[in-house]
């Protein structure tokens, strides 16, 4: 899905140490959606953003992770304070509209912890 | 929070077979999709089927929706190895104010040539 750009593929960072993870939207898409997925696990939802706004960050750990979708530049995940717990695969995806169809999604960004 | 289950976990098949994977939810929808994960890769979408649909078809695939008794199926006609990957259904819902897709946790599926 090179439409919806995310970066970096692979991140490996030590305990304690900040995550940033990016996504660049779809051309024309202005509503971006984190979710994350565990080995062998289904993607669970995280966040959703507008740009400027965060619409609904319930799947947030309410601890370390932060996201925003500001005016200009891609949507960024941050975790801080990275535990081994957070080892997982990143998904973003982009739409068009608050409608659940027209989803694209992303390759992913694999973080691991060590 | 969970919204779908894929039954079964995991499903061995050999190549030509036909291959159903079952999906369950808990809340009212506005459309189900399946998407298809190769292993490492992302998500692709391969079908959505709106509430007030009953059944959809693509190519060899065959999505069944009952909204009476919460579920949905998916049948992959004459299956190839190409189709071997991870089957996940998702709810088009709203739900805490926003409307979102919600994963269940995936079939995985493999085919053998």
């Known amino acids: 899905n090179a439409d919806v750009m995310q970066n970096p593929r692979h991140l490996v960072r030590r305990r304690g140490q900040e995550a940033r993870l990016r996504c660049s939207p779809m051309?024309?898409?202005?509503?971006v959606y984190w979710y994350r997925q565990l080995p062998e696990e289904g993607l669970k939802f995280m966040v959703y953003l507008q740009k400027e706004n965060i619409i609904d960050e319930s799947g947030m750990p309410k601890e370390r992770f932060s996201a925003e979708f500001p005016k200009e530049g891609p949507s960024i995940l941050r975790i801080q304070q990275v535990v081994r717990g957070d080892s997982a695969a990143y998904f973003c995806?982009?739409?068009?509209?608050?409608?659940?169809?027209?989803?694209?999604f992303g390759s992913g960004t694999r973080l691991t912890v060590v | 929070s969970q919204q779908g289950e894929e039954d079964p976990q995991a499903l061995s098949i050999q190549e030509g077979e036909n291959a159903t994977m079952n999906c369950s939810y808990k809340?009212?929808?506005?459309?189900l999709q399946w998407y298809r994960q190769n292993s490492g890769r992302g998500l692709v979408h391969l079908i959505l089927?709106?509430?007030?649909?009953r059944e959809k078809h693509s190519g060899r695939l065959r999505v069944t929706l009952d909204t009476s008794k919460k579920s949905s199926s998916l049948l992959i006609t004459a299956s190839r190895a190409a189709d071997t990957a991870s089957y996940f259904c998702a709810t088009g819902t709203s739900q805490g104010g926003s409307e979102k897709l919600v994963f269940g946790k995936g079939t995985k599926l493999t085919v053998n040539p």
């Open positions: 809340t009212s929808i506005n459309n």
């Open positions: 051309k024309g898409h202005s509503h």
């Open positions: 089927i709106r509430s007030n649909e």
């Open positions: 995806a982009s739409s068009p509209t608050t409608a659940t169809y027209g989803y694209t």
